[in-house]
């Protein structure tokens, strides 16, 4: 199935349909990763679109990759989310526990359990550059440029997730 | 990174891929006709690094172009330039000419005219002194220019001529040939004269300044005609009682010198009497006869210098302005400066706060 563009382009921009359909999963995973509730990933990853399709008239190829544009609106989507959860959270503690809505964190399919509970007790920012560096291959400079912050804070963050993740994996592996 | 192979493989085996229903949904999205989303123009907004990096040199460029075009524009007078500088050079010279006496006497009257085109003698009259009855001292300053060193000799001579023909004579005379021809002439003619002689020797060539003082010397010459009297009849008084004989020998020495002392006052005031007519009978005239070179006379200044140094007036005026405008606007700017930085500091702040959870 093809996907046609929204609108004619720059020779050198790829279609709106095309860069959809090729970072699709990206977003999505990263979305996943950020929040760890595959539900949410998917609402948030629609809004991302979204906002991007309406947005693409002012994409400029000669100030980054498709990519990064795509994340970093992800990026801001999501954390709007977070301050609305935030926002939910400290009403329903006002209101009482007996509002409070279910919102167990899962990430689906895919994940195994281990990883999963690992994945769970990492913080976001920790999770976040798990998902840029490793599962979406992001280079430090990039990723440092999409955080807003300098890649040795990447390189330190990255580094201190991945060695709390796998002191998780090894607890779940001495308690299996 | 230090973490085991095993777990990066783990992670990125792993790799989440959208659902089926999500990708139809956003393949439709995709799919959808532009114009149902937004209008063309929505969502233009202005770039403003591009906008800056175009507008600092248009807007430098147009401060340059309008004073150039207003430089050009009044450069087209250059009447203006001149006579500002005739103005500049008639007051410097001007002033070192002053008559030293004039305003130290109280009646003094001094009138410093920098006519440069007063020629003509009816313009002279009106410098002159106009009280038919009272003594006044006039003195006068003028400036002429002539074009060559052969002229400066041949209005020195004129100078001279006139005076004698209008019954004046010459205090002091210097004439200097050359290159840069001057000569300076000082004479004293009838105050009745004074009119013709400045207009006659205004007339010997373009004047370059032109003074003229007078002071008013009645009021002394009446306080010493008073004075004169009082010791006269003083001394009808002294004279008629040392003609008594009844006077003793003590008596008669201090009226002996009395007398003496009274007759002192009386030439005195008699010689300062002389003195103040003299000079209510005869006016000063310096004349300063001199060539273009010796004047240093500035050549008119050509369009080109007219329209550069018109084109920096503007361009002067409107770094003053846009100086100003930088003292109002700095304040506002910083206040906004400080509440972008803020704003964007609290929202990492919070950013990092959500994203620790």
């Known amino acids: 199935m093809t996907i046609d563009a929204p609108r004619p382009h720059a020779a ?7 860069v959809a359909e090729e970072l699709l999963d990206d977003v999505y995973g990263y979305l996943l990763y950020l929040t760890k509730n595959w539900a949410v990933a998917e609402d948030l990853t629609g809004e991302t679109f979204e906002a991007a399709f309406k947005k693409w008239r002012r994409f400029d190829p000669g100030r980054g990759t498709p990519r990064a544009w795509l994340l970093a609106i992800a ?12 926002r939910r959270r400290r009403r329903e503690e006002r209101v009482g526990s007996a509002e409070r809505r279910d919102d167990t964190d899962t990430f689906g399919e895919g994940f195994s359990a281990e990883l999963a509970e690992s994945l769970q007790s990492l913080s976001a920012g920790e999770r976040e550059v798990v998902a840029l ?5 992001l280079d430090g400079e990039e990723t440092a440029r999409l955080l807003g912050i300098s890649v040795t804070a990447v390189s330190t963050r990255l580094s201190r997730a991945l060695s709390k993740l796998e002191e998780r994996m090894r607890d779940h592996d001495v308690v299996a | ?28 999205l995709a799919t959808e006709p532009e114009r149902t989303v937004r209008a063309p123009w929505a969502g233009w907004r202005f770039p403003v690094r591009r906008g800056l990096l175009v507008a600092v040199p248009a807007a430098a460029a147009l401060a340059l172009a309008s004073a150039g075009v207003l430089g050009l524009a009044r450069s087209d007078s250059p009447q203006a330039v001149g006579r500002d500088a005739a103005e500049k050079s008639t007051l410097q010279m001007a002033t070192p000419q002053r008559m030293p006496n004039a305003g130290v006497n109280g009646g003094a009257n001094p009138s410093p005219l920098g006519a440069a085109d007063a020629t003509t003698a009816d313009q002279a009259r009106t410098l002159a002194p106009t009280a038919d009855n009272r003594a006044q001292k006039v003195g006068a300053t003028l400036t002429v220019e002539v074009k060559d060193s052969d002229a400066v000799s041949r209005a020195a001579q004129s100078a001279l001529d006139l005076t004698r023909t209008l019954g004046g004579f010459v205090v002091s005379s210097s004439v200097a040939t050359g290159d840069e021809g001057s000569a300076s002439i000082t004479v004293r003619v009838p105050v009745d004269k004074v009119q013709d002689a400045i207009a006659g020797l205004s007339g010997l060539g373009r004047i370059v300044s032109q003074n003229v003082t007078i002071e008013d010397r009645q009021e002394s010459i009446d306080a010493f005609v008073r004075r004169s009297r009082s010791v ?3 001394i009808a008084l002294v004279t008629a009682r040392l003609e008594s004989e009844t006077l003793n020998a003590d008596t008669r020495a201090l009226l002996e010198a009395r007398l003496k002392n009274l007759k002192l006052d009386l030439l005195g005031a008699r010689r300062s009497l002389g003195t103040l007519r003299a000079e209510a009978r005869m006016s000063t005239i310096q004349l300063t006869v001199v060539t273009p070179e010796a004047f240093g006379a500035v050549a008119p200044p050509s369009r080109i ?7 920096l007036n503007v361009l002067a005026w409107e770094g003053v302005v846009a100086l100003g405008m930088l003292i109002v606007l700095a304040p506002f700017a910083l206040v906004a400066g400080a509440v972008w930085l803020g704003r964007r500091l609290y929202r990492r702040h919070e950013e990092e706060r959500l994203l620790a959870a």
């Not at chain 2, 959208?18 to 956003?26: C, G, S």
């Not at chain 2, 210098?305 to 084109?311: K, L, Q």
């Open chain 2, 232 to 234: 006269r009849s003083q």
């Open chain 2, 305 to 311: 210098d007219r329209t550069i140094d018109e084109a």
């Open chain 1, 75 to 86: 990026r801001s989507t999501a954390l709007d989310w977070f301050r609305a959860d935030a």
């Open chain 1, 133 to 137: 560096r490793i599962v979406l291959d």
């Open chain 2, 1 to 28: 990174m230090t973490s085991s192979p095993d777990l990066i493989h783990e992670l990125r085996a792993a790799r989440p891929s959208a659902p089926a229903e999500l990708r139809t949904r956003i393949r439709a």
């Open chain 1, 12 to 18: 050198t921009t790829p279609s709106f349909a095309a």
